[in-house]
Every structure is written in C-alpha cells, then in structure tokens.
C-alpha cells in the first residue's frame, strides 16, 4: 500500500491542528482530513480561556496536566509567532472568579479547597479574596461582589487567530489540510488505515481521531471508544468595542485584545447548536452586570451558541487501540487551554507510536469500562 | 458632495458636529446630516483607525457609528436630529464613563 503520510489526523479544529502542529515538529508528514464549515466547529465558538483554577475535581492528575500546558503556552506563542508571524494576544496576568452571593462564595471556597485536598494534586496558587481586595485589581466591581478566587495562572487568548495561527503554521510545516473529507470508514490494513472520504481513500501509517463529538462515531472503527455528552450548549454574547476597562479575565466575563466583551459560560442540555435560548442569555448578561456595571450602557452586537465537545465526565481521553496499533483518540473540552501540551507532550508521544501511560495513562477511555476497570 | 433636492422642507433643527453649529432639517438622520454637512467621514475604526462614512443609510452597515450626545456607537443613520443635539466624530474605541480611559 503506498503512503503518502505518515500520520492522518481526523479532524482540523484545535485539537486536530495542534496534535498535526505537533507532529510535524517531530518531522512526520501529516494529513488534516477536515468535515467543513457545516461542522460543529467548537473552535469557532468558543470563550478562549486558558484556564487553571476549578480543573480537576474528581480527577487530580487533570489539573497537573492543565497546568503543564498553562506552562507551555509562553513557547507556544513564541513559535506561532515566528512561524506565522500572528499574535495571538495571549496574556497570562492570572484570572477570577467571582460570586454575587455569600452562598456562591461558600460554595466556590469548597470547591477550591476539595480540588486542593485531593490526594496526588499538583499545587498550585489560588487565592480566595473578599470585595475590597478584588476591587484593587479589578476597579469597577458592583457592590453585589460578595468576594471570588484568582489564580495567577490563568489567561487568555484570542481565539480565532490562534485557530488561523495553528492553520497558517501547519501549511508552512508541510501539514496536508483536506477540508470536505468526513471521514466515512477507516480500515486496518497490513500495519497502516485506510480512511474512505466521500473525496477518496486517503492512507497513513497512523492515524488519530480529534474530530470532537464525532469521535464516538469514529472510535469504534479502530477498536476504541470515545463516550460523549452530545447536547452540552453553551452560549456567548459579544458587545460592541470599548476602552480597555477588565484587566483581568474572569470566568464568565473577559474583554478581547480588540476591545469587545465577551460574556458566557452558559451549560444546558441541547444539541442543538443553530439555536439560541435568549432566556439564559439574559442571565448571562445580568450577571455579568451584575459584577461590572459600566456594562449596562454597552450594546450587545452579536451572540451565538456552540455544542461543547464533553466527555462524560467531562475529562479528556487519550487512548490508543490495542486492536488497531497506530490508531489514538483524543477528545477534550479544553482545546484552547489545553494547546500546548497537545503540541508538545502528546503529540511526540503519538509520533513515536505509543502513548506515555505514566504520563497520560489515568485519560484511558478505559475508565469508562466498569468491569476492566474494577 | 451632497446636495438636498430642490423640493426637500422641514424647519432647521440646530444641532452641533464636533462643536461647530450646523443647520440640519427636521426628519433629517444624523447620518443625513453629517453627509448634508459636507462631512467625509464619522468615525475612525477601533483596531487599523481607517476612515468609515455613512454607508447603508438603513441600519445596516453599522459604518455610520457616531457619538451622539456623549454616547458612543450610535447608528447616526437610525437617530434623528433634534434641537441642541451635540454629534461628534468618533475615535478609536468607545469610551465607558470614567472606567474608560
């Protein structure tokens, strides 16, 4: 059978890119088969944390591996740079999170202190801080700021020309990027996949699914799983540009480089991503006001909502198939915070062929499988 | 550039345009009137600061983004003139009352 890549990724949202990104650094030629623009997309709607603090409540190695890649990120930047020549704005000043009420804040004290009290957690600083103390960084808070926590590790990014800096870097790492290739069916074959496209056959030697929801599909193709929530939506209201006045992202509310206000972090149970629920958008908002009142004479230019892509415990999956060897899977819902070490720390992985079990062993779909698990 | 048709009415409403008076006419948009005004542009944009005039005249465009009476972003197109009115080119950015720099 010939070869024309080493590696097919399926998938070119930013998992798929920086996975690719990252093997091509390794030397590996690389293929992106890419749905198109009437997919799900989730890179093209989501909030662009790069986030730290509230990961890794129930699983204790996810917040090391989120901090590692927060960690990355500096180098990350640095390379897209000069390979595209694009900033992405990333600014790593650290971030809040804010409560509108005594309960929010016990309820945001107790997480903050179950995460930290897991046995094996990586250590990192957050800081639980009352109004006065918030107001000093973030001038302008409402009264009805009760108190928050703010990590220094936390930041942000934009988005979407981190989504066309990966692009643009791949291209000129040699990255083949097919879009209008859904993947049909992938066959193993004499060591390597043959993958159906309704635009042909392509063949590699290896291949990896990060094609977000779709994985479910895909997964079983090559002897793995990927279990997904397929209706987790979520919502994001976008005001007009204005002066610089957050110098800090918050969870729910960050302004862009370019000066526009972002406002999300909505969760509801549709999946339906063409919709829009206006009711929890005006939650959103309230809130939002809330917690920044100079928002109140802001317009509201645009809004729109996006499916998550969520596991179903909501922690990522790397695998790799026992059935089919060359063949991983890598679903997250972090694809923004967690670029780096996809770049960096899984890909080279996959470019040697087998995944790092001491490293990223506890992400095995495996756990989903009570009995081999038990 | 723009001249009113011989047939146009309407009583002056004065208004001011980066503080110079103007004679505008009643029913006139403040887009209507910044273009009567001779005026070739309204604002300069926030992110490359190019030059942006009325466009669309219908809501549409949003290139006609004026600051009206100290509020920023206005649609000059969709705002009537009214007596005293204060318009103003706007620069780069909104500005957020005192949080604004």
Partial sequence: ?374 | MFKRLPEAEGAAVAVTIDGEPFNAREGDSVAAALLAAGRTYCRETPISGAKRAPYCMMGVCFDCLVTVDGVGNRQGCLVRVQDGMCIETQHSKRALGELGS
């Avoid at chain 1, 998992?15 to 390794?26: C, K, N, S, T, V």
């Avoid at chain 1, 030629?29 to 603090?53: H, I, K, M, P």
């Avoid at chain 1, 279990?227 to 110098?247: A, H, K, Y």
């Avoid at chain 1, 729109?304 to 179903?312: D, E, N, P």
């Fill in chain 1, 1 to 374: 059978m010939r070869r024309d890549n080493d590696i097919a990724v399926v998938g070119g949202g930013l998992l798929g890119m920086a996975i690719a990104y990252g093997l091509a650094r390794e030397g590996k030629r690389v293929t992106v088969l890419d749905e198109g623009d009437v997919a799900l997309r989730a890179s093209r709607g989501n909030f662009a944390l790069v986030w730290v603090q509230s990961k890794g409540l129930g699983m204790p190695p996810y917040t090391g591996w989120t901090i590692r890649s927060s960690e990355g990120w500096a180098q990350l930047v640095t390379e897209l740079k000069e390979q595209t020549g694009l900033d992405v704005c990333f600014e790593r000043r650290g971030g809040f999170m804010l409560c509108l009420s005594e309960r929010e804040m016990e309820t945001r004290a107790a997480v903050v202190r179950q995460i930290h009290s897991q046995e094996g957690v990586a250590k990192y600083d957050v800081a639980l801080m009352g109004h006065g103390e918030i107001e000093k960084m973030l001038p302008g808070i409402g009264p009805e700021v009760v108190g928050g926590s703010y990590c220094p590790l936390d930041g942000h990014v934009n988005a979407l020309r981190l989504f066309r800096a990966f692009h643009m870097a791949n291209h000129r790492l040699g990255v083949g990027y097919r879009p209008g290739h859904r993947v049909e069916d992938i066959k193993y074959e004499a060591g390597g996949f043959r993958i159906q496209t309704p635009r042909g056959e392509v063949a590699a030697g290896k291949v990896v699914l990060a094609a977000g929801t779709a994985n479910m599909r895909l997964a079983p193709m090559v002897g793995l799983s990927a279990p997904m929530q397929t209706d987790c939506r979520g919502q994001i209201v976008v005001t007009e540009r204005v002066q610089p006045f957050l110098s800090y992202p918050v969870a729910t509310v960050r302004q862009t480089d370019e000066g526009t206000v972002m406002i999300g972090d909505s969760y509801e149970d549709s999946a339906d991503d063409m919709g829009m629920n206006l009711a929890i958008n005006a939650v959103m908002i309230d809130r939002a006001q809330r917690m920044f009142p100079v928002l109140a004479d802001v317009n509201v230019v645009r809004s729109w909502s996006c499916l998550r892509v969520m596991t179903r415990d909501g922690f990522p999956i790397y695998d790799q198939s026992e059935t089919c060897p060359g063949a991983f899977v890598a679903c997250c819902h972090s694809g923004v915070t967690l670029a780096a070490v996809h770049a960096y720390a899984l890909a080279p992985m996959i470019a040697r062929g087998a995944l790092d079990t001491q490293q990223v062993g506890v992400f095995s779909a495996q756990r989903f499988h009570v009995q081999k698990a038990a």
